[in-house]
């Protein structure tokens, strides 16, 4: 292990190319990374009352492991087959229609919050589109495959929804602002 070969405030991208931290490129890795984090707070709060949750999470987890090995290099020969592709941004898509079929229609913008893991979900929908954001700042200025942005942007859908979804199970009444 290199310990300490990042005090400089450099970073080594896949392939070795090094770059500053503060690089577009490590910014929005470490936004999937801190996307990653909460979305496994989540599965850890949904594990034993919603397993099918804690597992459509858990592949939720894979998909940002492959995004962020495909912005981890510029070279796409790197990351090989494990990238996204459309399969899973429809996947997503599908488990939006799932379970928002189960909620009524939103008519006010929702306060985020709720039960423990409601509120969970909503910090990672909020750090999801964060990471979206940064994804499009990237593109401006890099190539990347424009489908990381699409799954990001359906993500903090499904993270709206199942937070929603959750909230709902829990008996928790939503909040609504409606000045």
């Known amino acids: 292990m290199n310990v300490g070969r990042g005090d400089d405030g450099e970073t080594d991208l896949l392939g070795g190319l090094r770059v500053h931290k503060s690089h577009p490129r490590v910014e929005c890795i470490g936004e999937i990374d801190e996307l990653s984090s909460f979305i496994g707070y989540s599965i850890a709060l949904s594990n034993t009352r919603y397993p099918e949750i804690a597992k459509t999470l858990s592949e939720i987890q894979r998909a940002l492991f492959k995004i962020g090995a495909e912005l981890a290099t510029m070279d796409k020969k790197q990351v090989?087959?494990?990238?996204?592709?459309?399969?899973?941004?429809?996947?997503?898509?599908?488990?939006?229609?799932?379970?928002?079929?189960?909620?009524?229609?939103?008519?006010?913008?929702?306060?985020?919050?709720?039960?423990?893991?409601?509120?969970?979900?909503?910090?990672?929908?909020?750090?999801?589109?964060?990471?979206?954001?940064?994804?499009?700042?990237?593109?401006?200025?890099?190539?990347?495959?424009?489908?990381?942005?699409?799954?990001?942007?359906?993500?903090?859908?499904?993270?709206?929804?199942?937070?929603?979804?959750?909230?709902?199970?829990?008996?928790?009444?939503?909040?609504?602002?409606?000045?």
């Open 80 to 179: 090989g087959e494990k990238r996204l592709v459309e399969e899973d941004v429809k996947s997503l898509e599908s488990l939006i229609d799932k379970y928002g079929g189960e909620l009524a229609e939103v008519r006010h913008f929702v306060y985020p919050g709720g039960s423990l893991l409601g509120a969970s979900l909503h910090i990672a929908r909020a750090v999801a589109r964060r990471a979206e954001r940064r994804a499009v700042g990237l593109k401006m200025r890099e190539e990347i495959s424009p489908l990381i942005i699409k799954y990001l942007n359906r993500l903090s859908t499904l993270l709206f929804v199942l937070a929603r979804y959750v909230n709902k199970m829990e008996g928790v009444q939503e909040r609504q602002w409606s000045d």
